[in-house]
Structure formats: structure tokens, C-alpha cells
């Protein structure tokens, strides 16, 4: 008995196993069902807010309406833009006719003109007056001026003025197209500056090219001790526009059109052009025009100094500029003259004139180029720590000076 019991309790215990083995089965499969179910739940859940915020929604492609490109037509031209419609074109367009070849020679037996050198020149009034460099035609008698069209004029000498390289030659023509003039005292470096001459006379229509306002007020030296044509010129542009030998005369313009210099020099070194021109302000050259037809002849101002340039010790221990020292009072033979006349001594400093604060000897000089012998001006020293104004009319600058 003992034995049929312990073979019931096996059996039993077998049954209890494969029922448990049987219940994790079905908790099993409930709880895979559970997460089935959790899963779609979820999935529906998102695929609703999904559809409410449109993402299901088809995108509308828009296309755009078709373009026509049309050419509207006239019966004198096509209406379109202009390929060469830039700013130094149109500059161009208006001033090479007013830029002139200007060729200096003489005449053979038989009254034939044979050029021998030249420039360029800029015509500054309808009635044939035009300007040009002191240096193209000094020394010469026989002048020819030649338009962009090619026609040819005989040209009249009316003047020239070495101290300023400024030259006037006057032609007998009418109704001419004057250069507009333009203020060289509102230039501002960097401003747009456009050269317009006759390189190497290499034929009646000029050359065009374009730069930059390099610097203002500068001196030069040019021409040749030697040979007597040596001159310092004062006040001058400096550009960056190229200027070759033949465009000496030529227009120095701003971005209007109008002229701001005649071109007179450029720098050269042992390797050849530094890329420097040089012009005379149109201001100075216009005053200067005015003188050689009203007078002939510039009667150019004459202070009576041998002055140095004066330093001063800034607070930081920096050297400035800050005047003009005299060192002398000077005049031929030894007279006195201008500023000595009016009591200024050696030792004094310049500092002013009429008003205007002058810190370099270059810039004394300039200002006293736009005066003319017999003008009033207005001149502050400093004397010993004591400021003093003398106020006198500038004498006549001698020739021998």
C-alpha cells in the first residue's frame, strides 16, 4: 500500500507539473496579446495626430506661369540695355572730343608744317581757347591742334606759365563743345579719376584709362637744372591713372565728367613708370589761363622768407609738423621785401595764413601759387612764445628767384 501510494503521488506530481508548464503557456499568450494590443493602440494613436497635423495631405505643386522674353523693336533702334553702359564709358564718350592732339614744329621752304614733338590739350571754351602744358610748347613758334575727328587747326600761342606748367593756346574755330570744368578744391583721395590724352601721338583719337585719386598737394621736380627747364611744381593730383608721354596736356576728370586737372608728369624710376601721374588742380590752371589772357603774363606773389620746415614735440615724444621757420629774410641784392617789410624776423614761425593753419613749407608754398603780386593776406607768427599778426600785400616775384 505504501508502495501504490507512492506511485500516486508521482503520478500526481507529474499532473501538477504539466499544469503549471500549461498556465505559463496561457499567461504567456496573454501578455504577447497584451503588448499586440498596447502596439496598435499606440500606432493608431499616432497615425491620428499624425493625419490631424496634414502630413498625410498631398503637397501642391505650383508651377510658375510661363515667361515670355520679347524684344521691343522701334523703327530707329532696339530698345535694350546697353552692353558698354558703364561709368567711365560714358565719361569717355562725352570728353574725347573735347581732348585735343596738340603738335609742335616748324615749317620747311616750301610753308609745309613739320612736327617735331607735342602733347595733348583740353578745350575750355566754344570761341577755341584750350589748355595745355607750359613744357609742350615753350620754345615753340609753329602749333598744330587736331580733333578726335582729324580735323586741323593752325594754333595761336596766347601764353604759358613755367612756375605752374600751365600753356594757352587759342584757335580759330566756332561753335566747339567746351569740357565741363569741375572744383579740384573737393577732392577727396580715392575719388574716381579718368586720364584722357595722346600717348606717343599715336594717332587723332585719344586715350582713355581710369584710376584713383592717389594723393594731394604733392611737389615734383621735373624738367632739368642743366638745361635750365628745372622746376618744382607745388599742389599737384596724383593719380594712379596711366599717363605716357604725349598725354602731357591731357584731362585729368571725376566721375561726373568735368575736369579736375590737366595732366603734366608722371614719376619714372631706373625700371621705368612707378605708376604716378601728376595734374595741376584745374583751379590753380583756370586762374592761371586768366592771367596769360588778361595780362600776357603771370605776375606770381613773392613772400621775401628762406624758411625750413618746423618740427614740435607732441606729449606722447612724437615730431610734428607745425610750421614754417625763417630762417631768413630774403630778396635779391639783399632788399627786403613782403613779410620782412611788414616786421616778421628771423626766428620767427609761420603758422597761419588768412586764417588757415599752415604745418608744412610745401603747403605755405602752394597757397602762395594761388596768389598774385599786390594781393592782401594775412599771415600769424609765433615770436618768443607770443603770437602776431602781420597783415601786408606780397610783392612781385623776382625772375632771378
Known amino acids: 500500500m505504501d508502495e501504490n501510494y507512492s506511485q500516486q503521488e508521482l503520478f500526481e506530481q507529474e499532473q501538477y507539473i504539466s499544469d503549471l508548464i500549461e498556465k505559463k503557456t496561457v499567461k504567456k499568450k496573454s501578455s504577447i496579446n497584451v503588448v499586440m494590443a498596447s502596439g496598435i493602440l499606440s500606432s493608431i494613436l499616432v497615425l491620428s495626430f499624425l493625419y490631424l497635423f496634414g502630413i498625410f495631405d498631398e503637397e501642391e505643386i505650383v508651377l510658375p506661369d510661363p515667361v515670355t522674353i520679347t524684344e521691343t523693336i522701334t523703327e530707329k533702334e532696339l530698345v535694350m540695355p546697353r552692353v558698354d553702359s558703364t561709368e567711365i564709358v560714358s565719361i569717355a564718350e562725352l570728353a574725347t572730343k573735347t581732348i585735343v592732339q596738340v603738335q609742335v614744329g616748324i615749317l620747311n621752304e616750301d610753308g609745309d608744317f613739320l612736327p617735331n614733338g607735342g602733347g595733348s590739350g583740353v578745350v575750355i571754351s566754344n570761341d577755341g581757347l584750350i589748355m595745355t602744358n607750359h613744357h609742350v610748347i615753350d620754345e615753340s613758334n609753329e602749333v598744330r591742334v587736331i580733333f578726335e575727328d582729324g580735323r586741323m587747326y593752325e594754333s595761336q600761342i596766347i601764353g604759358s606759365d613755367k612756375l605752374t606748367d600751365v600753356g594757352l593756346l587759342k584757335i580759330n574755330a566756332a561753335n566747339l563743345f567746351p569740357i565741363s570744368i569741375g572744383n579740384s578744391d573737393i577732392l577727396s583721395v580715392g575719388d574716381l579719376a579718368v586720364a584722357i590724352g595722346h600717348p606717343l601721338t599715336l594717332g587723332a583719337a585719344p586715350t582713355v584709362t581710369s584710376g584713383v585719386v592717389s594723393a594731394l598737394a604733392r611737389r615734383l621736380d621735373v624738367g632739368s637744372e642743366t638745361m635750365g627747364s628745372g622746376v618744382t611744381l607745388f599742389g599737384l593730383i596724383q593719380t594712379d591713372a596711366p599717363i605716357t608721354r604725349g598725354s602731357s596736356g591731357g584731362a585729368l576728370i571725376n566721375n561726373n565728367g568735368e575736369l579736375i586737372g590737366i595732366t603734366t608728369a608722371i614719376a619714372t624710376a631706373d625700371v621705368g613708370a612707378e605708376g604716378l601721374g601728376f595734374a595741376v588742380p584745374i583751379n590753380l590752371a583756370l586762374s592761371i589761363a586768366d592771367d596769360l589772357i588778361k595780362e600776357g603774363q603771370v605776375f606770381h606773389a613773392f613772400l621775401g622768407i628762406l624758411g625750413s620746415q618746423h618740427f614740435e614735440t607732441a606729449a606722447d615724444g612724437a615730431r610734428v609738423f607745425s610750421g614754417v621757420y625763417i630762417q631768413e629774410l630774403y630778396g635779391p641784392t639783399n632788399d627786403m621785401f613782403a613779410i620782412g617789410k611788414a616786421g616778421a624776423l628771423p626766428g620767427d614761425i609761420i603758422k597761419k595764413v588768412n586764417g588757415e593753419t599752415v604745418k608744412t613749407l610745401d603747403g605755405l608754398i602752394t ?20 603770437y602776431i599778426i602781420l597783415d601786408f600785400e606780397l610783392d612781385l616775384r623776382p625772375s632771378d628767384v
Request: no cysteine.
Open 367 to 386: 597757397e602762395l601759387r594761388k596768389k598774385r603780386a599786390g594781393d592782401s593776406i594775412e599771415i600769424e607768427i609765433l615770436r618768443n612764445e607770443q
